[in-house]
């Protein structure tokens, strides 16, 4: 998810051009490009940022201190994340809300506001924002490729969840979500725009790659989601997401049927029907209901023409080669 610009607060100790001298010492030494609205993205350990998004993630590298119980929800945009979110809250404090699911919080909050983002909300409001009151497990999400999230992580165990979605549905997501935010942003553009790469967090196959690298060993305790794969088996999935928490559904809620309940809460029709998601703003600066539109798998076919997907489908099983990671 990205935020727009002129949403987003800065750090109180910044300069001028709303970041600090560290980091733009860091920006001159940096590979830039000029995203899609003119505005200048540099390319960080592999990914693509925009300044205030990147003194963010200056920001989490200082000061952040893992708990080895906790939990981050990783993607790039439009994968699924809000629907990741929503799952994993839902699963990890079922206890707290099972006797009584009308207070449940993902009735009256939008899941980005359950489970912040640590560079897009957390730390771009706050050089130092309070996270030590927060009861464990706490959850939080990124879109920051593993490699960076890794470094700040310093050796906890804490756990990663990373969801991710087939390139052309992304695409075509992503191009609804930002036609929302600004005018003349055309699919052409976000074509262009994924084949070279250079738009915030991307390029979409080093950021997939690098979490499926890191699910692929063992030690590291990465679990890779994928969304069609929610879309298909909902209910393996969701006991795959709870084994790997460390919270498995136990026999009694399998038959009392608290995994399609959870299910049930956190679909795409009742999120997006309830007051909570209909009105009102993230605390990243994003309409609620601007996270929901249509889900499911293939979106991509009403929309590009063959020649874009041929271009993206080539691209992306170049890019994937050799990894053993594919998409239909
Ligand atoms: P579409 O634009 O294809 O409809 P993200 O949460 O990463 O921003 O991704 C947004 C995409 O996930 C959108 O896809 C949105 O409709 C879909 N989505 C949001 N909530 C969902 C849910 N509860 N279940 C399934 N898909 C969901």
């Given amino acids: ?7 987003q607060t800065t750090p109180n100790f910044t300069n001028d051009d709303g970041v600090s001298q560290e980091c733009e010492n860091l920006i001159s030494s940096l590979a830039s490009e000029k995203s899609f609205t003119g505005k200048k993205l540099y390319n960080y350990q592999g990914s693509w940022y925009h300044p205030n998004t990147l003194q963010a993630i200056l920001n989490f ?28 809250f839902a699963v990890v404090h079922r206890n707290k809300y099972a006797a009584n699911l009308v207070s449940h919080p993902l009735l009256s909050d939008n899941p980005h506001n359950l489970v912040r983002f640590l560079e897009l909300d957390l730390y771009v409001k706050n050089q ?23 470094e700040s992580l310093r050796d906890s165990p804490c756990k990663v969840v990373y969801v991710c979605r087939n ?22 553009d976000t074509v262009d725009e994924f084949i070279k790469g250079a738009y915030s967090f991307g390029p979409f196959h080093d950021q997939v790659l ?4 890191e699910s692929l060993v ?20 969701v006991m795959r997401l709870a084994d790997f928490l460390g919270c498995s559904f136990t026999d009694e809620e399998k ?25 009102g703003t993230s605390t990243c600066g994003i309409a609620h209901h601007a996270f929901f539109r249509k889900g499911g798998v293939g979106d991509w076919k009403n929309h590009l023409t063959d020649g874009m997907a041929r271009k993206l489908d080539e691209m992306i099983e170049k890019k994937l080669e050799g990894s053993g990671l594919k998409f239909e």
Avoid at 64 to 80: E, V
Avoid at 167 to 188: A, G, I, M, P, T
Avoid at 257 to 275: A, H, P
């Fill in 61 to 88: 590298k200082k000061h952040f201190q893992a708990r080895d119980s906790d939990i981050i929800l990783a993607s790039l945009p439009k994968s699924g994340t809000t629907w990741l979110k929503a799952l994993a």
């Fill in 167 to 188: 390139v052309k549905d992304v695409l075509v997501s992503r191009w609804h979500f930002r036609s929302k935010l600004v005018s003349n942003y055309s699919l052409e």
């Fill in 255 to 279: 038959q009392a049927g608290t995994v399609e309940k959870i299910l049930d809460l956190c679909s795409l029709g009742n999120l997006s029907s309830l007051e909570a998601n209909k009105t």
């Fill in 1 to 7: 998810m990205e935020a727009p610009q002129n949403l």
């Fill in 218 to 237: 063992n030690s590291n305790p990465v679990l890779f989601m994928r969304y069609e794969e929610m879309i298909e088996k909902p209910v393996a999935q």
């Fill in 210 to 213: 690098s979490y499926w690298k």
């Fill in 128 to 150: 130092r924002p309070d996270l030590e009151e927060l009861p464990s497990p706490r959850l939080f999400a990124t879109h920051m490729p593993f490699q960076t999230l890794h």
